[in-house]
């Protein structure tokens, strides 16, 4: 009969149990470790919002608002919320230049705003030989980082908007040449004028209104932006009176 050798089985030993399960245990907790740790770095990530995807960035990126966008001489006019990445607009205008208004409100303060105005030009496009009017057509393509950061230049001083139409000056002119007394015209000039929009043509005609030079001068101190870039030669041709023209140019070397 053939015999059969067998090798007895080792029995573990309580001690080496004990040491697999704490490597086991300790295994365990640095994955748990790593996994909180990415978790947390996610969650401190801040994220810009670029239109309709929120996309991670690095610790300097800030968060745009929604911008309530508005325009003056597009066909149609533009009055909406805007918050996607890329700002594309193309149209017909009804001038050779149109303003687009962007302006973005504080999440936390809604009287804080951030204002950006573009000029936007317009070409004349080709008419056909029936027609006779005068088409334009612009375009305006840029990306919401742009825009916004353009905006928070202290130095690029938003223009005026929306500027005062053609129509409302004629208005504006019946209501001064109405009032009697000259102290009432200035008064009523300086509320327009801090109400209205006037480019610097339309701040001339008000103040060439009001015929005391003196009451005039009043005016002019009050009215005068450093936005318009006055010369020398259109004060000058505001006031005749040399005195008062004198004065009037120490204004203008003061803004």
């Not at 800030?62 to 003056?72: E, K, L």
């Not at 804080?112 to 317009?122: A, D, G, R």
């Not at 339309?202 to 318009?228: C, G, M, N, Y």
């Amino acid at each position: 009969m053939d015999s059969v050798s067998a090798a007895p089985i080792a029995k573990p030993h309580p001690l080496n149990s004990f040491c697999l399960l704490i490597r086991a245990v300790k295994g365990a907790g640095l994955l748990l470790l790593a996994v909180g740790f990415v978790q947390a770095a996610c969650a401190q990530s801040p994220s810009v919002i670029l239109g309709k995807d929120s996309l991670a960035s690095d610790s300097n990126a800030i968060r745009i608002p929604f911008a309530h966008v508005q325009s003056v001489r597009t066909v149609p006019a533009i009055d909406s919320l805007w918050q996607d990445s890329i700002w594309s607009w193309q149209g017909p205008c009804s001038a050779p230049t149109a303003l687009i208004q962007f302006e973005w409100m504080a999440s936390n303060d809604s009287a804080t705003k951030t204002t950006l105005v573009k000029e936007v030009p317009c070409m004349l496009e080709v008419a056909d030989a029936e027609s006779t009017i005068s088409t334009y057509r612009g375009e305006l393509t840029a990306t919401s980082e742009s825009l916004y950061a353009e905006a928070q230049n202290s130095s690029n001083l938003p223009p005026c908007f929306p500027p005062t139409p053609p129509i409302r000056m004629a208005q504006i002119e019946r209501t001064i040449q109405e009032s009697i007394f000259e102290s009432e015209k200035v008064q009523l000039a300086m509320q327009i004028s801090a109400e209205e929009c006037l480019n610097k043509s339309q701040t001339r005609l008000l103040l060439l209104w009001i015929p005391s030079e003196d009451r005039r001068l009043a005016l002019f101190e009050k009215v005068i932006h450093s936005r318009h870039q006055w010369t020398v030669g259109e004060v000058e041709d505001i006031f005749q009176l040399q005195f008062i023209e004198r004065k009037a140019l120490a204004v203008l070397n003061n803004l």
